[in-house]
């Protein structure tokens, strides 16, 4: 299970084991099935590789441990998503980019390069692929952290849709929908829903 937790740290601050960049252990097992009351232990850390404007490189992540049941939980900076090594604020920047400013896909490409020499058109597609076929779980979250997200009755067309849900998304600020998103549901906004997170 992941954690996702807001802080002013940059990721730079995560490249090394870092003890106080991460929230105090959970006084409550946080798995439904066990919620025992007991303080989780420290368990580590897993490195991730992180990609970013200002930072690229390896990221540590502590884990705790429920004492009693014995499952794990990783502490993750809003600015991590499982899965993906691109910084969550770099992928939104760009479907924001792409939706709402109406830019030509070749144009961006040319323009994100220029931060991210490495980046491929097919990662942006694969961007705008997983936020469309996300839309219904995203909806779903969305709706519980800010509701009245689109009216009743409109059912807009996606890419309609995503730039609706992309202005919503910086309304309410990146950092607060990244971290309300993946509490409230369990996942991130661009998780493949084959995968069990
Ligand atoms: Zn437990």
Avoid at 26 to 37: G, L, R, T, Y
Avoid at 115 to 125: K, M
């Amino acid at each position: 299970m992941q954690i996702v937790f807001y802080t002013d740290s940059p990721a730079l601050d995560f490249s090394q084991m870092n003890e106080k960049a991460f929230p105090s252990a959970p006084e409550k097992c946080p798995f439904a099935d066990c919620a025992m009351p007991v303080n989780l232990k420290k368990h580590g850390y897993y490195k991730r590789f992180f990609i970013s404007k200002d930072f690229s490189g390896v990221l540590f992540i502590r884990r705790y441990i429920c004492p009693v049941c014995g499952r794990t939980v990783s502490m993750l900076p809003f600015f991590c998503i499982r899965y993906f090594q691109y910084s969550a604020i770099d992928i939104l920047n760009i479907l924001y980019e792409l939706y709402a400013s109406g830019i030509s896909l070749e144009k961006l490409i040319k323009k994100v390069k220029h931060d991210f020499p490495f980046i491929e058109r097919r990662h942006i597609n694969y961007y705008r692929k997983r936020l469309v076929a996300n839309r219904q779980l995203i909806q779903y979250g969305l709706n519980l952290i800010s509701p009245g997200f689109i009216q009743a009755g409109e059912i807009p067309e996606n890419q309609q849709w995503a730039k609706i849900f992309l202005q919503e998304v910086y309304s309410i600020h990146p950092h607060v929908f990244l971290v309300d998103f993946s509490n409230i549901t369990g996942k991130s906004f661009m998780t493949s829903q084959n995968i069990i997170a």
